[in-house]
């Protein structure tokens, strides 16, 4: 329960931090919500096993909201949330994907060079997460175990329409790993440790890569969202995580999707982690 306290009084700071921000008159909103739900069917054979088929289905969301007040402050929050299931033909039904992503941003003044931003981030999971062996299921994780929270002081450059940098040489990270998943390769002493979760607390620097582009009419919709963070030249103190999605939109309301991340992440495994999915399904998109 420790970690949910911490996070209260974050959300708590930031708001009194900012409250003054509300009484200022609003200049520019803006607001986007997407939403697709997608599929797919793969057919596999290696080595050590048999043919394997199985269906992939995933749901998919996102909204961001742009704000800009008289007084030179704006505002860019971005969340997003996925959830997908495998169902190998005439076996069981895993989940294979769970996520969620709060991103909060608060800007000075714009520049024409660069911009002073304060950023929060937190992200997570929804569902407990369960291995099963032959013998019994084991709980590997759950809602804010594992999760990040990240906040600092950074400097934020933006390009083409719907795309930022942010540089962060201050940074502060509160990172939650579930005690069974900590790989054995990873010696950093935690913080706090409590029956479930190991909590460490870093101080470093950070970099958010933000890309959200629209081509040929709306025709094709790219997306990038990497993130960086390091305090100490080795393998233990360096995280990053790399997602692309390139939507291909036609008949209205049908996409098809192309999914791309690469992660590293020492308190699981010192090894990268590579995902590719191509997938097939509907969306929705509202722009105001």
């Keep these: 329960m420790l970690h949910r306290y911490i996070l209260c009084c974050i959300f708590f700071s930031f708001h009194l931090l900012l409250a003054k921000a509300d009484t200022d008159s609003v200049l520019i909103k803006k607001m986007i919500v997407r939403a697709d739900l997608s599929s ?18 995933k749901a998919y969301g996102e909204a961001r909201f742009r704000k800009t007040v008289s007084s030179g402050w704006s505002r860019d929050h971005f969340v997003q949330t996925q959830l997908g299931y495998t169902s190998f033909i005439d076996s069981i039904w895993i989940k294979s994907s769970d996520s969620f992503k709060i991103h909060l941003r608060w800007m000075e003044k714009r520049s024409k060079k660069m911009t002073h931003t304060y950023f929060f981030q937190m ?42 940098l942010l540089i962060a040489p201050a940074t502060l990270q509160v990172n939650i790993q579930p005690e069974q998943s900590t790989s054995i390769a990873f010696k950093e002493r935690p913080l706090l440790k409590s029956k479930h979760s190991h909590i460490y607390s870093r101080y470093g620097f950070s970099a958010f890569l933000n890309m959200d582009e629209y081509f040929y009419k ?3 919709l790219l997306q990038h969202r990497s993130q960086f963070f390091l305090n100490a030249m080795t393998a233990q103190q360096i995280q990053f995580d790399i997602s ?45």
């Design 40 to 57: 797919s069917y793969t057919s596999e054979k290696s080595w050590w096993s048999g043919t394997q088929n199985f269906v992939l289905i």
């Design 218 to 220: 709306d025709f094709i």
């Design 123 to 164: 992200q997570s999971q929804w569902m407990n997460t369960w291995q099963q062996t032959s013998e019994q299921k084991i709980w590997r994780g759950g809602f804010m175990n594992p999760a990040a929270i990240t906040l600092g002081y950074s400097f934020s450059f933006d390009f083409l329409e719907n795309s930022n």
């Design 244 to 288: 692309n999605r390139l939507c291909f939109r036609f008949l209205k309301y049908v996409q098809l999707r192309f999914d791309t991340t690469l992660t590293y992440l020492p308190e699981q495994t010192l090894k990268l982690q590579y995902k590719q999915e191509v997938l097939l399904g509907i969306f929705y998109e509202y722009r105001k």
